[in-house]
């Protein structure tokens, strides 16, 4: 892994020398569902953790346009700088031809660290249903229940905290057309804000533990969960099987005794990454 050089300028932190980073990879594998590129595709933006961040490559820098103080405390783990993604991509490149030539696709996708509330509930909106769809009804969400954020002029919306969630009755999230999902958001919050449901403890858990406590929740299937539990607690060995790994699966592996965590082991998810954004973009 080469050694980073991050530097500070005008309100930016500017990243070189980081392997195995794209934002296009990044924001468009399906894991994100409240960062965009802009009309013009120079920057991708969004709000995480309550906070604003632009960001964009060029010449083999990253930049953020973000304090030092935030990129330090939030930026920094939510996209995983630290780990050693180069070493990934070459062990997980070498399983198989199939798993080459999607690693070779986009070998920019990190595994973001996302708030566990607000990943929690974009995974309960995305089932069944299409990231146009998804990403509509939880920007509806925050600008109708989440905190302000101005930036540029402009203003943004934070995810909004389960305690407001769990406030609302369910006539509230009309607004938000969420359809038979809105039951289950609300379900959601009011187990997480009544203590039913503590997400710090999924930290702790094993991958089997921190699936069978989240379905608990109604709603929660096993492939909401894996996708929770990868996309918010970087449990990298979750393998979340939807429609399109199915058939990633039926057309590539034997199906009958083949079992994923088995087969790409302890980077599994990434492996699923490589193969869904693959999969889908040809």
């Known amino acids: ?34 960062f965009n590129k802009n009309k013009t595709g120079n920057y991708f933006e969004g709000i995480a953790f309550g906070k604003y961040l632009r960001a964009y490559q060029k010449n083999n820098k ?24 180069k070493k990934i991509f070459e062990t997980l490149r070498q399983k198989d031809e199939v798993l080459k030539k999607a690693s070779d696709f986009c070998p920019g996708i990190r595994i973001l660290k996302q708030e566990p509330f607000e990943c929690l509930i974009s995974f309960i909106i995305s089932a069944n249903n299409n990231i146009p769809r998804i990403k509509k009804t939880i920007e509806r969400l925050c600008e109708n229940f989440g ?12 995810f909004p905290f389960a305690e407001k969630i769990a406030g609302l009755a369910l006539d509230d999230l009309e ?3 969420s359809g038979f999902r809105a039951k ?20 702790d858990m094993t991958l089997d533990e921190g699936s069978e406590y989240l379905q608990w929740i109604k709603g929660v299937g096993a492939k909401i969960a894996a996708c929770v539990l990868l996309f918010a607690y970087n449990k990298l060995e979750s393998f979340p099987i939807d429609v399109w790994i199915k058939k990633v699966l039926e057309k590539y592996y034997r199906t009958d005794y083949f079992s994923p965590w088995e087969y790409f082991g302890e980077y599994a998810g990434i492996a699923q990454e490589y193969l869904y954004y693959y999969e889908r973009k040809q």
């Open 184 to 203: 289950y958001i609300l379900g959601a919050a009011k187990k997480v804000v009544g203590g039913e449901i503590n997400l710090d403890l999924i930290y």
């Open 1 to 34: 892994m080469n050694i980073l050089n991050i530097s500070e300028s005008e309100n930016q932190v500017i990243i070189e020398n980081l392997e195995n980073f794209d934002l296009s990879d990044i924001f468009d594998c399906g894991q994100c569902f409240r």
């Open 175 to 177: 607004v938000i057309h």
């Open 147 to 158: 905190d302000k954020i101005i930036y540029s002029d402009k203003i943004y919306y934070a």
């Open 62 to 85: 990253i930049y953020f346009e973000t304090t030092p103080e935030d990129f330090s405390n939030i930026w920094r783990n939510f996209f995983d700088i630290d780990r050693d993604y």
